[in-house]
């Protein structure tokens, strides 16, 4: 372990994601963590993020970063449709990666130049299903090939409240039997998250990855601490739907819930089937009122766990009128501090995007893969690609390696 080494931080992109990584990246402890170049894709912005954060060089061509011999690893903090072809030249650069979620979407790459937005949406899912897991498998042969780690940036599987729950699921020595888990909140306000072609989906791909991506982690873990093999999933049943479209949404002046959903769903559910006969249910949504509602149940054969990355009752706020708290932060998606609420002390902390920029520093410090690696971001898209087959077919789908 080297704990002098300087590890040396590209950022790809300077948007909302890249924010949380300065603040995460900015308290890492017990190494000497820098973001030490920034690209994204106006100068504006770039420069904008370089000196909020005191970041030395800033791009507009993300290749000139990863030119930089200062630069360990990357983060991508990019649109879907850019985790495919920049990780693949970081890693023929020589960088580690980490990439966010979802590690790959089905945005119409594969069609002609100038393909419409509505021959997008309507690609046969069983095909979006296939190339998103080349996608995913190609963004893992690539890091493999060129000697460096691919990261999952899934914040899940690193908060405290989950990362307790393994603990002591793994002393426990239980069976988990049944996962119940699901993100939903009242709906992104990014124009772009409406439209297939700029997101591969909807709520089951966009919030749908954090459940799925911590309920595949903790099979996996279990099958290894057991046998010493991964328990995996092997089917797959789906709804999705649209709920701003249920009559009488809307109607007021300020509609409370995010409308205007073009081509993606705004609701998903969906069970799965692990290889041993357990079975997880998830759900997302983006029309759900009162705050981030990230939560986890874990059913085991000898206990139980109830895990709530948001909202939790560290503490809990009563103020008679908004202005009482006056622009204070609440918590993400609270649409109002006003009568009972639950401040979070650290949101950062709560989420795992914390220590989970200190296990991919670390990781590249001591030359160790990270806990959540592409081969489970590959998993994540077979799950959700699947799951898209199995709503639009009404049928329980196999999920073949
Ligand atoms: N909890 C989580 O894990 C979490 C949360 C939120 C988002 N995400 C993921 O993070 C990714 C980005 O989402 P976001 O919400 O941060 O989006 P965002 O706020 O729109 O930011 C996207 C950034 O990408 C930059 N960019 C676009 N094209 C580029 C290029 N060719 N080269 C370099 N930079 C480029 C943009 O540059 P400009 O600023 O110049 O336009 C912008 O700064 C998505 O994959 C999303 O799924 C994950």
């Known amino acids: 372990m080297d704990r002098q080494k300087q590890v040396g931080i590209g950022i790809i992109g300077a948007g909302f994601l890249a924010e949380t990584r300065a603040r995460c990246y900015a308290q890492v402890s017990g190494y000497h963590a820098r973001l030490v170049a920034v690209a994204a894709r106006t100068e504006a912005s770039a420069a904008s993020y370089a000196q909020r954060h005191s970041v030395p060089k800033s791009f507009t061509n993300y290749h000139e970063l990863l030119a930089l011999p200062e630069v360990d690893m990357v983060d991508l903090c990019v649109p879907n449709h850019l985790h495919r072809p920049i990780a693949e030249a970081a890693a023929a650069a020589g960088k580690h990666i980490v990439c966010t979620k979802p590690l790959t979407a089905y945005v119409g790459q594969d069609l002609p130049a100038g393909a419409g937005e509505q021959e997008i949406a309507q690609v046969d899912r069983r095909h979006m299903l296939a190339v998103a897991t080349a996608d995913a498998q190609a963004m893992v042969e690539a890091a493999r090939r060129a000697g460096v780690y691919l990261m999952y940036g899934e914040n899940w599987i690193y908060a405290p409240a989950i990362t307790r729950a393994a603990g002591l699921i793994k002393a426990s020595g239980g069976a988990i039997l049944e996962m119940r888990g699901g993100e939903c909140h009242s709906g992104s306000h990014s124009p772009y ?209």
């Open 193 to 401: 998250s409406k439209i297939w072609r700029y997101t591969g989906g909807g709520a089951l791909l966009r919030l749908g990855a954090h459940p799925i991506g911590a309920m595949l982690y903790l099979k996996q873990q279990e099958g290894l601490a057991r046998a010493g093999q991964p328990i995996l999933p092997v089917a797959v049943s789906a709804e999705v739907g649209n709920l701003s479209r249920v009559p009488g949404v809307g109607e007021a002046e300020k509609p409370w819930i995010v409308t205007g959903w073009q081509d993606v769903e705004n609701w998903a559910a969906l069970i799965l089937t692990f290889d041993d006969g357990s079975r997880a249910v998830v759900y997302a949504s983006d029309a759900v009122l009162g705050g981030m509602e990230s939560r986890l149940e874990i059913f085991l054969s000898n206990s139980q766990f109830k895990c709530n990355l948001s909202p939790h009752n560290m503490v809990q706020a009563y103020a008679p009128h908004p202005d009482i708290f006056g622009t204070e932060y609440i918590m993400e998606k609270a649409s109002t501090s006003a009568g009972w609420s639950t401040p979070l002390p650290n949101e950062d902390w709560s989420s795992g995007h914390l220590a989970m920029c200190q296990d991919f520093v670390a990781a590249v410090a001591e030359n160790r893969p990270a806990q959540a690696d592409g081969n489970l971001g590959l998993e994540v898209i077979q799950v959700v690609y699947a799951a898209y087959v199995a709503a639009v077919t009404g049928q329980r789908v196999e999920i073949t390696r």
